[in-house]
């Protein structure tokens, strides 16, 4: 005779390890009785399946409004995706770059090299004589004369221009290089590009007055160096006020006023990787692609399919983002925008008690929710972390958070070290504030280059 079990009695067996036959080895027969909800036969009513739907049933799920399904997790339990094998090299120079560093100034031509000088040299002629004088000339060492003067001024900081010549202020080594008139008379005509062509060229190419120049120094940076593990992607903003139609404001930073680039540093030395301008609006760009993935995805495409991890703030973060990176063998750490569709809505509660941390998982990414004070609550996705857990400390921080904050600060730090020797000064052209940034990148880049190989 067999003996019936409902759906709840034959799941309890399995979960405390029962043995699915009564003592008198009669066979199971499981038919849910009339409390049960739905039919379960006892073909289908395997062990494996009833131990999945009893595993399903224990985790609470949820669907994000643009249909992402989130599994909600205990603190400290393994998760549903294994990670992928990290990139386990440290940031190096490539070997390309070691053979040429003997010197400073070698280290400085990997980046504004001769073949830029030379066009630079080129246009100048070509403006001087076409508004001043028809045998106006400027050689190649001449140019990097100047650009080493405009060094000097970065790193001896006066009043004015002409209080770099004076006798009381003045650095002695400009003195000796070049005077001062010589010096304006080339800043006044220094130019990136053919004046005879650029009308043509600016119809597709914002960027066009001096983008040939800047394409070889980003090339320059990306074929030096090898970075390490961890690559940190954010916004500068170099202060300007020249008229020009991608000029930015934005409220937070010192500087209101200037031209934005996104960059990618890595994070152990602060070595510029990549770096793009925004332009505006990119027609290029399909509609359904957000503005932050493309940026991340063009920076970090030199240094895909490694098993580098990428750490970006909320305007970057997203789940489509992290998805895309892992098929490509990258992992993502950054905040999230609690805004974005893909977020749980039981997330977006305020009032938390503090020090509290949720943790949900869905297909190659964690979201880890963590209250640092009542009212406040961050949220960080994450595709490198397998295990989250907290600290044995008052604050009972996530790992996901402290990693967060140990990655973040790349391009901010670098922003720092660029601006104490800054060699920026008032300009009206916006090229030239651009050139501005070109010489700080590069002579950051060099310094580091040059520690690394020698």
């Known amino acids: ?87 386990a090299a440290d940031g190096e120079p490539t070997a390309k770059a070691r053979r040429r560093i003997r010197s400073r100034l070698q280290s400085f031509l990997c980046f504004i090299t001769v073949g830029m000088l030379r066009p630079i040299q080129e246009w100048t002629i070509q403006h001087a004589r076409q508004t001043e ?52 008379d080339i800043m006044r005509h220094l130019r990136f590009d053919d004046m005879f062509t650029r009308s ?15 394409g070889s120094f980003v090339t320059n940076c990306i074929t030096c160096y090898n970075p390490g593990r961890h690559i940190t992607i954010d916004e500068q903003l170099f202060p300007s006020k020249t008229r020009c139609c991608f000029l930015q404001y934005i409220a937070t930073k010192p500087d209101k006023f200037g031209i934005k680039f996104w960059v990618a540093c890595d994070l152990k030395t ?13 027609p290029s760009r399909p509609s359904e692609e957000r503005l932050s993935e493309s940026v991340v995805m063009k920076l970090m495409e030199p240094f ?12 970057f973060t997203s789940l489509t983002l992290a998805r895309r990176l892992l098929s490509r063998k990258t992992t993502i750490l950054g905040t999230v925008n609690k805004i974005r569709r893909e977020i749980p809505q039981s997330t977006r509660k305020m009032d938390r008690k503090e020090f509290t941390t949720q943790v949900f998982s869905t297909t190659g990414a964690t979201l ?39 990655t973040k600060c790349g391009v901010d730090v670098m922003d720092q070290m660029v601006r104490e020797y800054s060699v920026r000064t008032g300009t009206r052209r916006w090229p030239v504030a651009v050139f501005y940034n070109m010489i700080d990148m590069a002579a950051l880049n060099a310094h580091l280059l040059y520690q690394a190989c020698t």
Request: some cysteine; hydrophobic content about 35%; aromatic content about 8%.
């Open 270 to 282: 602060k070595y510029i990787c990549n770096v793009l301008p925004y332009l505006g609006k990119d």
């Open 368 to 406: 880890t929710v963590y209250a640092p004070k009542r009212k406040k609550t961050v949220y960080i996705l994450s595709s490198m972390h397998s295990v989250v857990e907290t600290e044995e400390t008052i604050k009972r921080k996530p790992n996901t958070i402290t990693q967060y904050n140990t």
């Open 133 to 184: 004088q028809t045998d106006w000339f400027m050689i190649l060492h001449e140019l990097m004369a100047f650009i080493s003067v405009i060094i000097l001024r970065g790193v001896t900081k006066v009043p004015s221009l002409r209080d770099s010549w004076s006798a009381c202020l003045g650095n002695p080594l400009i003195t000796g290089i070049m005077s001062r008139n010589r010096f304006q």
């Open 1 to 87: 005779m067999q003996r019936r079990f409902t759906t709840q009695e034959a799941l309890e067996l399995i979960l405390n390890n029962a043995n699915p036959c009564d003592s008198d080895g009669e066979d199971i027969n499981l038919q849910p009785n009339s409390d049960s909800d739905s039919e379960l036969s006892s073909d289908d009513a395997t062990a494996p399946h009833l131990e999945k739907r009893a595993r399903l049933e224990s985790e609470p799920t949820e669907t994000a409004k643009e249909g992402t399904v989130w599994h909600e997790e205990h603190v400290g339990t393994i998760l549903r995706f294994t990670p992928m094998e990290p990139y």
């Open 304 to 315: 895909m399919d490694k098993g580098r991890t990428v750490t970006t703030d909320n305007f």
């Open 200 to 214: 043509e060229r600016v119809q597709t190419d914002k960027f066009a007055a001096i983008s040939d120049v800047w």
